[in-house]
């Protein structure tokens, strides 16, 4: 990649007799560019600018006279002659004094914290060239003489013109998504993808029509803000290998897209296939929803590379201990972005605000979002400013916000979240939902309170149960196949001697560790599979649904996969044809729930009759058609919830139906309560039964050969529905 000709450009004082700063990041005007970025404490400041991206030479390196390149806080000048393509880093001076927070060192470029893009040039080797520096002050790196210029990649001015085409983000509402948590390159790195550009954005693409056959309505992406693949020196004993970052949580750029997802080396790909991939995903009816990384910067703690925020204003960015030479580690990753500083909260506005106007996604989750909730010492706050200032900005007001409420350093905030707009990860669903299913039947209460909304999380503060992200498994942890088949972790492969990952998996192998010939054995997971997703996927919330969870996607056990680009991670489309009837099961329970919007609540269960028509809007029965006695269920549940429109909030009139759980291994009849307008019961799903009696259509929805009762088999889930639709 080589930039601009430098031939017969020419510097100007961009700031002198201004009085406003320019905004950050590289702008093109109409003879050139304006480059401008922070620092407070800096005594110097350079622009260095370059002509091929694997140069370690500068072509040019401009030095700004404080006096006139500098407004407030803010460095910036107008270079004429540049434009797209333009390659440049910055050079920043002043004192090293890490006990005051100050790590300045002219020898390390720096990246801008405001690039739109990146060179694809991150290298294998740049984990050992950062590695200790035992002849840096004090071990650490941040004042190393090493030179950091062949192994930080270049910024790239881009232009940020783009066809849309006339789109616009989809931004549905949330009660009415499906999402789908995947990886930009490991939804197409595996062969058996089928796709001509495995991997990238492009190949996004081309997955399209599966995803769309799939039915899920969003797509949310594991972090595509740019990072260091190779930011870890930890080595697979079974290969020799150093493993690669693969899931990306260790952001470097929070404005630029990972580079190497774009298919083409030509400069700035990766932002104009990032667009093409959004808006083709539009087109097609998909939202895009963005897992972003801003509690921590992949700079890690003293002894991590110098890439950027350190180096223009180490203590303006990063929480500091008492003693600044230290970072407060609430990441658990070495280092804890300040977010409720003014910079850093201005720094992370104007990414959200770039990436919903002119990179137009949907929605955001935030990676351990409780870090928003604390101060520069790391104390927690009521009102966060930037949570409120993310909640009300204009820019991002009908933009999807999605917390994962917790942090790496003991906040937990599930149901607590600040402020109304804030969707959460519930894993209180995924974890009361694993351990009924898989070990404690008498865990029934918790259970019914996760399939209808969480009102005990939600309700107390004017929250709805679509604000409840509701997943059985995620990025992080055991995939659906492996929740039946593991009772332990395997994480060998990942270089840390098994001590990485969570050790409380809530997961059942049914007596055998890992893979199994046994045909009882397969048939037994294949339903407890079924058992699941029905649950997530007939539950009051917003259902997610971890790639591949779909078609039994395994990880051999491996629960902290993050370090595994290579197929444990990617998606073998193969085991569609294997675990077709989980596969098609999955896609019929996709379709029903957007079907019906007595699935799609937009209130909590109140176990009122508001229509007064002698029905509650839900009713619990034990296997004998009684009230449930919560004390004494003993894993048998049965439910009737009220289809008509004033008990649901939907719009118009939807059938009743009736849910029937045997978490036993035995057989249990149930004895039903009638259903409303003299209608009959049909069965519409019965995980038990052999594919494709599985999962019938509403107009194949079979009579029941005994009226009123029911033979639940064991470890097995039943949706009935009334074949008289409620009518108000």
């Avoid at 007799?17 to 404490?41: C, M, N, T, Y």
Wanted: aromatic share 12%; glycine share 8%.
């Amino acid at each position: 990649m080589r930039g601009v000709s430098l031939s017969g450009s020419s510097v100007s004082d961009h700031s002198a007799g201004q009085k406003i700063a320019p905004s950050l990041g590289a702008h093109k005007v109409e003879d050139g560019v304006v480059f401008a970025v922070f620092s407070r404490h800096a005594s110097a400041m350079s622009l260095v600018l370059f002509s091929h991206q694997d140069d370690i030479d500068p072509v040019r390196e401009i030095p700004l006279d404080p006096k006139r390149n500098r407004i407030d806080d803010v460095w910036s000048i107008k270079v004429a002659g540049v434009g797209h393509g333009q390659l440049y880093l910055w050079r920043a001076d002043g004192v090293y004094e890490p006990e005051d927070g100050h790590r300045f060192n002219r020898n390390k470029l720096l990246l801008d914290p405001y690039a739109r893009a990146l060179t694809n040039t991150w290298k294998p080797e740049s984990a050992e060239l950062y590695g200790y520096d035992p002849d840096s002050m004090d071990g650490d790196l941040s004042f190393s003489s090493l030179s950091n210029a062949g192994f930080l990649p270049k910024c790239i001015v881009v232009d940020e013109d783009f066809d849309w085409q006339g789109d616009r983000p989809l931004n549905y509402p949330l009660r009415d998504c499906v999402l789908y948590e995947a990886h930009v390159a490991g939804l197409t790195k595996h062969k058996s993808a089928d796709v001509e550009h495995p991997g990238t954005y492009l190949g996004v693409i081309e997955k399209i029509p599966y995803l769309k056959a799939l039915g899920v309505t969003s797509l949310e992406l594991l972090p595509v803000h740019d990072f260091n693949s190779f930011d870890t020196r930890r080595v697979n004993p079974e290969t020799g290998q150093i493993v690669e970052n693969y899931w990306g949580y260790n952001t470097v750029s929070f404005f630029a897209p990972k580079s190497s997802y774009a298919h083409s080396a030509s400069a700035a790909a990766a932002v104009s296939e990032f667009k093409l991939m959004v808006r083709e995903l539009h087109a097609a009816g998909i939202e895009v929803i963005l897992d972003v990384v801003f509690n921590h910067s992949g700079e890690g703690n003293q002894f991590g590379p110098t890439y950027s925020f350190r180096g223009l204003d180490n203590s303006m960015y990063y929480m500091l201990e008492d003693n600044k030479r230290h970072y407060r580690n609430y990441s658990g990753c070495g280092n804890t972005m300040s977010c409720n500083t003014p910079v850093m909260t201005d720094l992370i506005l104007d990414s959200l605000r770039y990436w919903v106007s002119e990179m137009h996604v949907d929605g955001f989750r935030f990676d351990l979002a409780s870090v928003f909730s604390r101060d520069a010492r790391g104390k927690m706050m009521n009102k966060p400013p930037v949570l409120e200032r993310i909640a009300k900005d204009p820019i991002l007001k009908d933009t999807k916000l999605i917390a994962e409420p917790w942090d790496a350093g003991g906040a937990y905030q599930v149901g607590s979240f600040p402020g109304v707009r804030w969707a959460e990860w519930n894993d209180r669903f995924r974890d009361d939902v694993r351990r009924f299913w898989n070990r404690d039947v008498g865990a029934v209460g918790d259970f019914a309170t996760r399939l209808s909304g969480s009102a005990d999380l939600y309700a107390h503060n004017n929250r709805k149960p679509f604000h409840s992200i509701n997943f059985i498994t995620s990025h992080d942890g055991f995939t659906l196949r492996d929740v039946v088949s593991y009772n332990r972790k395997h994480n060998r492969m990942n270089g840390e001697d098994n001590r990485d990952g969570h050790d409380r998996n809530l997961s059942y192998n049914f007596g055998i560790e890992g893979e199994s010939e046994n045909y009882g054995v397969e048939q037994g997971r294949i339903r407890h599979m079924k058992n699941f997703m029905a649950t997530l996927l007939l539950a009051i919330g917003t259902p997610m649904i971890t790639a591949g969870d779909e078609f039994a996607r395994t990880q051999k056990g491996n629960n902290n996969a993050y370090c595994q680009d290579n197929e444990i991670s990617w998606l073998d489309y193969g085991l569609i044809e294997t675990y077709q009837e989980l596969f098609v099961f999955t896609r019929h329970l996709i379709q029903f729930r957007l079907r019906h919007p007595a699935l799609r609540r937009t209130d909590f269960y109140t176990g009122e009759d508001r229509d007064r028509n002698d029905y509650p809007d839900i009713a619990w029965f034990d296997s004998f058609g009684r009230p449930v006695n919560w004390t004494q269920s003993g894993g048998r549940l049965g439910a009737r919830m009220d289809g008509s429109r004033i008990e649901t909030g939907a719009p118009e009139d939807d059938n009743d139906f009736y849910l029937m759980i045997n978490a036993n291994r035995a057989e249990i009849e149930f004895a039903l309560a009638p259903a409303r307008r003299k209608g009959r019961w049909k069965r519409v799903i019965d995980t038990s039964l052999p594919f494709p009696q599985d999962f019938l259509t509403e107009e194949d929805a079979a009579a029941l050969m005994s009226p009123g009762r029911y033979r639940c088999a064991g470890r097995s889930l039943v949706l009935l529905i009334s074949d008289a639709q409620t009518n108000t």
